[in-house]
């Protein structure tokens, strides 16, 4: 079975500094990794996707497939960046794609 | 992308009664899923809710206890049933469309607490 790891529940970082939150996984098929983000009072949205491999607001995520990883980083944060952040793997099953979430990593960007 | 609404944003009930949640999408979705967020855990699927069929729910989960329905391509419920204070959590519903590539829009949720 497929599983999302996010080993920091809470990362807390001043404004300016660089930030990395850390996602390993595992699974036995070809992965798709996301990243949901839930902004205070906002809804889960997506941030980025890894077969995109775009910046989002400054973010970044390279999948490592060796190390199982899909960390995100950004090199400056910012105020703004302060939110939930969820790291998911969609495993394609007989009944459809299912997305796991891991159990989400809190950035608290300080001033 | 697509709008999603739930009703009701939020409810207190009763040990033992139920409770029915609608998810309302702006447009048409292949998929539509129900998640749980417990008090400071993550996102656990609950089922796939499918059109024109029974829903396919994950392992923990049965239809007694969750019975859902979609109707249409836009419209699902989930019935929290015979509620106890543990079902006290947020209850999500996203949808994925054939546009979205795998990506899924999420509704604001449903919080509920059971005395």
């Known amino acids: 079975a497929q599983r999302v790891t996010q080993p920091e529940k809470l990362l807390s970082v001043f404004k300016g500094a660089p930030v990395e939150l850390k996602c390993n996984y595992s699974?036995?098929?070809?992965?798709?990794l996301f990243w949901y983000v839930q902004y205070s009072r906002q809804r889960l949205q997506l941030l980025l996707r890894?077969?995109s491999r775009e910046s989002i607001k400054g973010f970044t995520a390279d999948l490592n497939k060796g190390e199982t990883s899909f960390h995100l980083k950004k090199p400056f944060a910012q105020e703004e960046d302060s939110a939930m952040y969820y790291c998911?793997?969609?495993?394609?099953?007989?009944?459809?794609?299912?997305?796991?979430f891991g159990t989400g990593t809190q950035l608290k960007v300080e001033l | 992308s697509a709008v999603i609404s739930q009703k009701p944003s939020r409810d207190i009930c009763q040990r033992g009664t139920s409770l029915t949640i609608q998810c309302q999408v702006d447009?048409?979705?292949?998929?539509m899923f129900w998640y749980r967020q417990q008090p400071g855990q993550s996102l656990t699927l609950i089922a796939t809710?499918?059109?024109?069929?029974?829903?396919?729910?994950e392992s923990g989960f049965v239809i007694d206890k969750f019975p859902i329905s979609r109707p249409n391509l836009t419209f699902s419920t989930l019935t929290v049933s015979n509620m106890s204070p543990e079902d006290s959590s947020i209850y999500l519903c996203s949808v994925e469309g054939a546009w979205t590539y795998n990506e899924q829009f999420f509704g604001p949720g449903t919080r509920l607490t059971v005395l």
């Open positions: 890894h077969i």
């Open positions: 447009s048409q979705v292949t998929m």
């Open positions: 699974y036995s098929g070809s992965p798709e």
């Open positions: 809710a499918n059109q024109g069929s029974e829903a396919t729910y």
């Open positions: 998911a793997l969609i495993a394609v099953t007989g009944g459809g794609n299912k997305l796991t």
